[in-house]
Antibody, heavy 119, light 107 residues
Framework: QLQLQESGPGLVRPSETLSLTCSVS??????????WGWIRQAPGKGLEWLAN???????DYNESLVGRLTISIDPSKDQFSLEVTSVTAADTAIYYC???????????WGQGTQVTVSS | EAVMTQSPANLSLSPGERATLSCRAS??????LAWYQQRPGQAPRLLLY???TRAAGFPARFSGSGSGTEFTLTISSLQSEDAAVYYC?????????FGQGTKVEIK
């Protein structure tokens, strides 16, 4: 059974760069049909898609955050990562790593990692 | 981009009652719609895809219908474990977009 697990710093200071990693088990990121992505949820809010990437390396980004996001994939480790630069309090959220099945619906979701931006 | 609008924002019903949740797309998305269930303190979980295909692990009391711009999620007989926020998501038009969610409360 495919499982995704996020890892991250928990607390990030304003203006710094947030780095998150997702480890995939029970499957591989090398599947050519799927995409791998990040979705976040601010406190008490809805779901915001951030970015995705295919094993071929072609990334897509939320247009409202372009320039601040970098997604990458490491097939040798079955991991993919997200960097968010110049973070502010508005980036405080639970960050989920996900598989986008054939680039469509999302399944499964990681359990999520809480990121708080605070000095 | 396709904007997704869900209604109502909140729904409070008794066990055994029928819940009807709506999701409207600002453009034709064919049947490229998914629904997710997010229980309190948990990650979202895929419930339906292709507007009406149930994901593994969900009982038959959950059903979906619609195509184009109007979609419905129906829970035929509410159980206590169905208390959650339900989100729709379109994946027909880039970028994929989620609705704002409907919170279902069990009285």
């Amino acid at each position: 059974q495919l499982q995704l697990q996020e890892s991250g710093p928990g607390l990030v200071r304003p203006s710094e760069t947030l780095s998150l990693t997702c480890s995939v088990s029970g499957g591989t990121v090398r599947t050519t049909s799927d995409f791998w992505g990040w979705i976040r949820q601010a406190p008490g809010k809805g779901l915001e898609w951030l970015a995705n990437i295919h094993v071929s390396g072609s990334p897509d980004y939320n247009e409202s955050l372009v320039g601040r996001l970098t997604i990458s994939i490491d097939p040798s480790k079955d991991q993919f990562s997200l960097e968010v630069t110049s973070v502010t309090a508005a980036d405080t959220a639970i960050y989920y790593c996900v598989r986008e099945v054939e680039g469509n619906w999302v399944d499964p979701w990681g359990q999520g990692t809480q990121v708080t931006v605070s000095s | 981009e396709a904007v997704m609008t869900q209604s109502p924002a909140n729904l409070s019903l008794s066990p055994g009652e029928r819940a009807t949740l709506s999701c409207r797309a600002s453009q034709d998305i064919k049947s490229n719609l998914a629904w997710y269930q997010q229980r309190p303190g948990q990650a979202p979980r895929l419930l339906l895809y292709g507007a009406s295909t149930r994901a593994a692990g969900f009982p038959a009391r959950f059903s979906g219908s619609g195509s184009g711009t109007e979609f419905t999620l129906t829970i035929s007989s509410l159980q206590s474990e169905d208390a959650a926020v339900y989100y729709c998501q379109q994946y027909n038009i880039w970028p994929q977009k989620f609705g704002q969610g409907t919170k279902v409360e069990i009285k």
